[in-house]
């Protein structure tokens, strides 16, 4: 199966990273709309536009699903992308619901873009799922553009991170819900403030399952093995990168790509 991709910028690598351990006999699209970035602060006409866009690209590419690795464009443009084009296309949401089903007593705070938060979809699930409203929602758009910069564990990042969660009061909080596939990144510096017993979810290995569940694929039964040498990194067989619709060959970028990937591997099971 051929399967795309897509985010607004690198976040979404950390969903084929997922898929890379899950689902690795596969062949992938990766497409990074690196020209828009961060979706986050755009106007839904513009994320829609986009999604629209890369998704007719992907089409073109001859796959046979997409994954919307990116949770503010699921938010405001999912539902157009599927009433428009016939292929399977799968969306991603904050994993607010295995955070509340997983825990108890204490509260849940759930980090994301300033869109995903605005709109109605996740409001929706907050209705469904959040019964005893134990969910707190926190805007942190600075995340995006550090990570889009590479800068993971710098002072500022610290510094914005802490200055982002001062108004709460951390001991309340049981776990933390990354909202956007960008967040992967910054797995320990959400470990060093919040401590070792909060718990950090995402809906990556989630979304590669329910995608395995449409395309009936297998699951491999070495998910867990590491990925460290170069050609399991950027498995240049099976794996193809479009930065805003631009083939991605050159030695620079694919040493940037690298880097990505050795860092989400690195944080993948904190």
């Known amino acids: 199966m051929k399967i795309g991709i897509f985010d607004s910028g690198i976040g979404g690598l950390s969903v084929l990273h997922e898929a890379m351990h899950l689902l690795p006999d596969q062949e992938y699209i990766f497409y990074a709309d690196t020209e828009h970035v961060p979706y986050g602060l755009k106007t839904p006409e513009q994320i829609t536009g986009y999604a629209k866009e890369i998704t007719q690209f992907l089409i073109g590419q001859g796959v046979d699903a997409i994954v919307v690795a990116c949770n503010t464009a ?8 599927r009433r428009t084009f016939d ?12 955070a509340v089903e ?4 204490k509260r849940i705070m759930v980090i994301a873009t300033p869109v995903t938060i ?3 979809k996740l409001k929706d699930l907050l209705h469904r799922v959040d019964e005893n409203h134990r969910v707190d929602l926190l805007a942190m758009p600075r995340l995006v553009e550090f990570a889009e910069r590479e800068e993971f564990e710098s002072s500022e990042v610290y510094s914005y ?3 982002q969660f001062s108004g709460f009061d951390k001991d309340e909080y049981c776990a933390l819900v990354l909202g956007c596939t ?9 470990r060093k403030y919040f401590g070792s017993e909060t718990l ?10 329910h995608l395995a ?13 590491q990925i460290r040498d170069e050609h399991n990194i950027l498995c240049p067989h099976n794996i193809r990168y479009f930065f805003s619709g631009k083939k991605i060959s050159d030695e620079k970028t694919l040493k940037h790509l690298k880097r990505l990937h050795l860092r989400l591997e690195e944080v993948r099971n904190i």
Do not use: C, W
């Not at 960008?182 to 959400?190: D, M």
């Not at 950090?200 to 399952?209: A, F, K, M, Q, S």
């Not at 569940?213 to 093995?225: G, R, W």
């Open 74 to 81: 699921t938010s405001v443009a999912i539902r157009e992308l």
């Open 87 to 98: 292929i399977p296309i799968l969306g991603m949401e904050p994993a607010v619901k295995p």
């Open 102 to 105: 997983g825990t108890e007593g």
């Open 118 to 120: 605005r709109e109605d």
């Open 161 to 163: 991170i802490e200055e």
């Open 182 to 190: 960008h967040f992967n990144y910054f797995k320990p510096a959400y």
């Open 200 to 209: 950090l979810i995402d809906g990556n290995r989630g979304t590669v399952r």
């Open 213 to 225: 569940d449409v395309l009936s694929l297998n699951i491999s039964q070495d998910f867990d093995n």
